[in-house]
DNA sequence: AGTCTTGTTTTTGTATCCAATGGGGCTCGG
DNA sequence: CCGAGCCCCATTGGATACAAAAACAAGACT
């Protein structure tokens, strides 16, 4: 139950209960989730290679911390990695794979205009939402390399600030692009999806920008 | 010195002589290596992670394979991401990145003029050169989230086949290629930089495919 | 007073041990 | 002769024990 371990830890960290540059100690994370050491440290070792943490040698781990210089970089390949799919996906989805999209847009809206309880909660759910309409369009391009890659970067820029990301505006701004998305991959024009995938991360990119 | 055994398995796999599909044994790889289970654990933990090997729960871990029609996807995605890091290194680079990289293509010239002794000898170290010839330009890109991306493609796509790959035609054509993109970086062309880099993989890509 | 040094303590990294599961081989039946 | 089912063993995954190294703290010296 090392993957139990692996996604325990990961979640408290896209979540932000453990804070960038916090340091980690296996004996305490073993504790934490009634584990040995043993598969902490597998779990670390994974979590260090997805980029999530940063082991030293000897001397211990600590939750990676990424610069704003870093952030930018991570969104301007997103955007390279996921143009691309977005492309290959226009000329290759199906009618179940649009379907799908769509269907995870209308959580998305409703998800938006329905009552405004928890904030937190439903930001939440947008993020989980969106992360899923990323996921789809990687899946739609039948590539499953570009999607790896992709996804990998998708996940560490999560975990940066999931919140301050989705403000009012920004959702917004979403769902209008995901929209478009949508349209482009209807009509299976690839250099249109491909531009508004690009269009819309690196405005995310710009918007976190402003934010730090 | 988990990271001992870690480099040590790579290399193997990248020679070839832990072939794809070979399934792999952990007190085997203990024993090799004069080492206790625990380090070589963490070392497949890591190879899992970059791709070179496929853990299956309970059951055991094997050498990936790897189809040609993944080959083909891998080569793609490294166009993609290594011709934008060329052209970003054609905006970015300084004297000292193109010295050195006119330093490795004077090697590789070299080692093919040269008397052609022990073959397999020649084509290692042209792929090492060849090799440290693309990861410069990745790191001339200043852009070490893109460099990181595009070099976990590469790896993987170099244990695929490192031999068939560099006939005489071959490195001819690659040393060629080289040339025009130490012209387009010197020249600061940025557009053409990210061309002759898309044009050098895709055309690897076509041999290999070719080849398969 | 500040800094270097030294001793202690925490924590990592490795080795060994144990349980549980999957695969291979053997046997039995058709 | 071939296939299905069962049993044993090899191998993985986890826990614990131990050694070594680094961080921290306290004290002495400049």
Chains 1, 2 share one sequence.
Not at 97 to 106: G, N, T
Not at 133 to 162: C, P, V, W, Y
């Amino acid at each position: 139950m090392a993957d139990r371990v692996y996604e325990a830890i990961r979640r408290e960290i896209l979540d932000g209960r453990l804070a960038a540059g916090e340091k980690i100690t296996e004996a305490v994370l073993a504790e934490r989730f009634d584990a040995s050491r043993t598969p902490v440290r597998s779990a670390i070792v994974r979590l260090a290679g997805d980029g999530f943490v940063e082991m030293t040698p000897r001397s211990g781990t600590v939750v990676k911390r990424r610069t704003p210089a870093e952030v930018s970089e991570i969104y301007e390949v997103r955007a390279l990695l996921e143009s691309a799919a977005a492309g290959l996906a226009a000329g290759r989805c199906d009618e179940r794979d649009l379907d799908e999209l769509k269907a995870i847009q209308s959580e998305m809206e409703a998800a938006t205009t329905g009552p405004w309880q928890a904030e937190e909660e439903v930001v939440e759910r947008i993020s989980a939402l969106n992360q899923a309409f990323h996921q789809k369009i990687l899946e739609a391009s039948r590539n499953a390399t570009l999607a790896d890659s992709a996804a990998r970067l998708m996940n560490i820029g999560f975990l940066i600030n999931t919140y301050a990301r989705f403000s009012h505006p920004e959702i917004e701004r979403s769902l209008f692009e995901h929209r478009q998305l949508i349209a482009a991959l209807t009509s299976r024009d690839p250099a249109w999806a491909e531009a508004v995938m690009r269009a819309h991360i690196l405005g995310a990119r710009n918007s976190l920008a402003a934010a730090s």
